[in-house]
Structure formats: C-alpha cells, structure tokens
C-alpha cells in the first residue's frame, strides 16, 4: 500500500497509461516514501488483474511472485548497504564474500554506491523478452547512487530503449544526477505531503508530539517517525540546550557527551539550529525547532553577521569529511568552540 499523502499523485501517474514513458523519474525530498510508492507502481504495472486506478489486484500469479520477491520481469537495483530497507537480498559481492570465508579478517562496510556491475548485470534482462508478455520493470533506487561509471553504461541503454521495459527511477538529490541521464527521464516531482495528512499518520503510529517533530523533520513524516524512536533523543534535547545557552556553550561538556555518537548526526543538528539562527535573523522564524524560538531570538541578537557565514562554512566542510574523522571528540570540541566564538 501506498502512504495516505500519495493517493493524489498515483491518480495523476495513472493518466500516463497507454503512453507510459519508456523511464520515469519520481523525485522529492527525502522521508516521504518514494520507495514504497514506486515498489508499489511496479507491482500495479505488472499485475495480471489490475483494479480500478492501477491498484493491483494482490492476488494473481504476477502478484504473489512480486510479494515473493521473484517476478520474471521484476529488477530492483539498490546499493548494497539499501538492500535491507529495500527488501532485496544481499548483492553478488555478499555472496562472493560469504564463499570467501569470513574468517579472519574486518568485514568491508557495504557499498552506497549503485555500481558498474549492477548495471551490467541489467543487460540480459533488457535484452530478452518478457516472461509473461507483459512489461518488464527495473525500478533504481536511489538514482543518485549511480557512480559515474554506472550511470553511463545505464545512460546508453536509456538512449535505445528496448520495447517494454519501463525504468522508475527515484531520487532526493536529483541535482546530483547526469544532465544526459535526466533528460532521458519523464520527471515527476512527488507531491510534499500535506501535515493534516502526516500529523494525523504518525498520531496513528502511536508518535506524540507530531507537529514538533515533523517541524524537525522538514515535514517528512518517514523521518519525524525515525525522530520519535530516536535512542539519542535525550542527549539531542542536551545538545539543542547546549546551543541554546549561545555564549556559555560548554564546548568541552559537548565533545565529552558526544564522542560516541555518529558524527553525521550531531552535524545534523549542528546544521538544523544554524539553519534555524539564520531564519530568525532575515524572516523572523525557525523552521525546524519551533519550540526553541526564544532561544533564537537571544542568540540572533547576540551573534556578529560575518562571523555565521564563515562557521556555517565550517560546518559544511566538516560534513565532507564526516564519515573519516580522525578524533571525533576534538572535531565536535573544535565545532562547539566555533559556534561559542559566534557570541564573542
Ligand atoms: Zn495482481
């Protein structure tokens, strides 16, 4: 099933039936459920006993393999470390590496890249028939995942189509993509989803304290939902009173209390309260910590203009690094040390 918020986009996609394009981009910001929306746009392509608007039916031959995982005329391509929340098994590179043993030595982090290999490994699929007469779907996610190498072996099968197939692509950066690649995409930007329709989701969820999330979330519901289960939430609240304090920042206390957490995270909250600071200043308004605004009404008074710019940049360059940092509890003493420095 589809999320409540999409119902109007997937009417609107069932307009294209009969002049499907040949690859669709569906694109939007990230948390909304693209993937479970173009899981289920497969599925309804494919399905034998189509309903009323392209639901499928659930219940055919074309069905119950896809829920299986091993329609004929079915690929999903994902990097490896997606596999899981995709519900596809493990790549080729698992298997192989499980036939090597893996005795003795560290495991490698499973790659975030869509590779050269996977695309290849399309070709066969492109090039014979359907097993069952109908379309042939290869859904890549997220698209922003091709490696350069990747997206140019995808790119020259995308320029002479095979009768067919039909590629959904998905994507939260579609600036990241390959001019060439989008424009051989019918692109389609997902619809935000309204928060009368989100609120009222995650209050089904069971989550408390929906609109404050959701703000933080930028209004994804998928990610106000990850927000509520979050075991770092207690030293999240910390952290934001840490950076409430604005000048009396205890920038030691925070590289002592953060140094076991993801840096990625922490620069995330880093990222959100400066975005917030900024909205305070020039439109008068957070965005993502609403409840925080007193807070940044003070620090916005207190803080030097030309100092933000250069530690937002600070920030972002941290985050290029992010995911090789050397000493994490210096990176966040150093960062914390900076944004008091705003304040003096
Ligand atoms: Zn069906």
């Not at 189509?161 to 579609?174: D, K, N, Q």
């Not at 990222?271 to 993502?288: F, I, V």
């Not at 710019?309 to 914390?336: C, D, G, K, S």
Request: hydrophobic residues 45%; proline residues 6%; glycine residues 8%.
């Amino acid at each position: 099933m589809i999320f409540p918020w999409q119902a109007a986009d997937w009417s609107r996609l069932q307009q294209l039936r009969g002049h499907w394009p040949h690859a669709l981009l569906l694109h939007g910001q990230a948390g909304i459920g693209k993937l479970r929306f173009v899981q289920h746009l497969a599925q309804g392509l494919l399905c034998e006993a189509q309903q009323a608007n392209g639901e499928p039916c659930g219940a055919c031959e074309a069905c119950i393999w896809f829920a299986q995982g091993n329609h004929p005329d079915y690929r999903i391509v994902v990097p490896e470390a997606l596999a899981a929340e995709a519900g596809v098994a493990g790549g080729a590179d698992e298997k192989a590496e499980k036939a090597d043993g893996d005795e003795g030595k560290k495991t490698r982090a499973p790659s975030k890249e869509i590779k050269i290999e996977q695309i290849r490994g399309l070709l066969d699929f492109v090039g014979v028939g359907s097993h069952r007469g109908g379309a042939r779907v290869v859904v890549l996610y997220p698209a922003e995942a091709l490696n350069i190498a990747a997206a140019n072996a995808l790119l020259r099968t995308l320029e002479e189509p095979s009768a067919g197939v039909v590629f959904l692509m998905v994507s939260a950066r579609i600036d990241r993509l390959l001019p060439t690649i989008i424009s051989r995409c019918r692109q389609w930007p997902m619809t935000m989803p309204a928060p009368e329709l989100t609120t009222k989701w995650l209050t089904a969820q069971g989550v408390d304290q929906t609109v404050a999330l959701l703000a933080e979330a930028g209004g994804a519901p998928l990610v106000a939902l990850a927000l509520a289960s979050d075991e770092n939430r207690a030293l999240r609240d910390w952290t934001l009173k840490q950076l409430a304090a604005g000048p009396e920042c205890d920038a030691f206390a925070c590289g002592e209390a953060l140094q076991k957490l993801p840096v990625p995270l922490v620069l995330g909250w880093l990222q959100r309260w400066m975005y917030d600071l900024l909205a305070q200043r020039t439109a008068g308004a957070p965005r993502y910590f609403p409840q925080a605004s007193a807070a940044f009404t003070r620090c916005a008074s207190q803080a030097d203009a030309s100092a933000f710019a250069r530690f937002m940049r600070t920030v972002t360059r941290q985050r290029a690094v992010e995911n090789h940092p050397l000493n994490v509890r210096l990176v966040f003493e150093e960062l914390f040390i900076g944004y008091r420095a705003l304040f003096a």
